[in-house]
């Protein structure tokens, strides 16, 4: 599979697409809340500032998975959904301003995911898709299938695909805060040159995480470890040294 193929971020051109590199002015970013997204919104601010493009950030929220509800269910979720969505909407906002793009533009809805990101790419004329993925096995693919092939197979405005190991982890947590939740995000992330540890910042909860792996795509057992607390700054960016014992991270002013 694609995701697991190549080390290094992938340019897929639609068959019939003009395939000549022009800077793209309207870049849509997919976001489901996992390390690999993370990466792929940052890279897609990156590109929006670097050539002054418009980017839109797409999220497709989860519904419950049962769905058969009681009345009085249907009723409590119909009315939590906008909530829900434009909490979800400040945090993707105030993560892309993080990252150098504050005229993000966020559209939060429910459905599948594949279908609200190549509809939203079309409807904008964006001529630029940003996604993240993790490495998968063709086995896991067939049987649980994918959003990145789907968009592939439909969309009409080249993709650019962004591995990401360990890329399938959430990057959220949830953090209960007058009833509220509000999710905390990576926003920087390191390889160890042995590839045996990952370090990643949590911008909002000020955090600097070290992560043991067992293998490429595995976070070894018990191998999560919060190695320092921020009390300034958030952390911004971040860099391990050559012996993988230490994370240098930077600060936001």
């Known amino acids: 599979p694609l995701s697991g193929s190549s080390p290094v971020p992938v340019p897929v051109v639609p068959v019939g697409a003009d395939a000549e590199a022009q800077p793209p002015n309207r870049i849509v970013a997919a976001v489901d809340l996992t390390v690999a997204s993370a990466i ?55 993560t892309a301003r993080a990252h150098g793009a504050p005229n993000a533009e966020p559209v939060v809805a429910t459905g599948e995911p594949h279908r609200l990101i190549v509809d939203t790419a079309a409807e904008l004329a964006a001529d ?14 067939m049987v649980s299938g994918s959003t990145l092939r789907s968009v592939l197979r439909h969309a009409t405005a080249p993709v650019l695909v962004v591995p990401v190991l360990a890329g399938d982890n959430e ?4 953090v209960s805060d007058d009833s509220s939740h509000i999710p ?7 390889l160890s040159p042995d590839g045996k540890a990952l370090w990643a910042t949590e911008f909002a909860r000020n955090l600097l995480h070290r992560i043991e792996l ?18 300034g700054p958030a952390p911004d960016s971040m860099r391990v040294d050559a012996e993988a014992n230490s994370g240098a991270v930077w600060s936001r002013e």
């Not at 630029?128 to 693919?141: F, N, T």
């Not at 990057?171 to 949830?174: G, M, R």
């Not at 293998?215 to 070894?220: E, H, R, S, Y």
Request: net charge negative.
């Open 40 to 94: 792929a919104l940052r890279t897609a601010a990156d590109l929006s500032k670097r050539h002054g493009a418009h980017l839109t950030i797409i999220h497709a929220m989860d519904l419950p998975e049962h769905m058969v509800f009681s009345g009085g269910e249907a009723w409590r979720l119909v009315q939590r959904l906008p909530a829900d969505a434009e909490l979800r909407s400040e945090v993707l906002k105030r």
């Open 128 to 141: 630029l898709i940003v996604m993240g993925v993790a490495p998968r096995s063709c086995m896991d693919e």
């Open 171 to 174: 990057w959220v947590d949830e």
């Open 184 to 190: 905390s995000m990576a926003n920087g992330i390191a």
């Open 214 to 231: 067992a293998d490429a795509t595995t976070i070894a057992p018990i191998g999560s470890a919060i190695a320092y607390h921020f009390t």
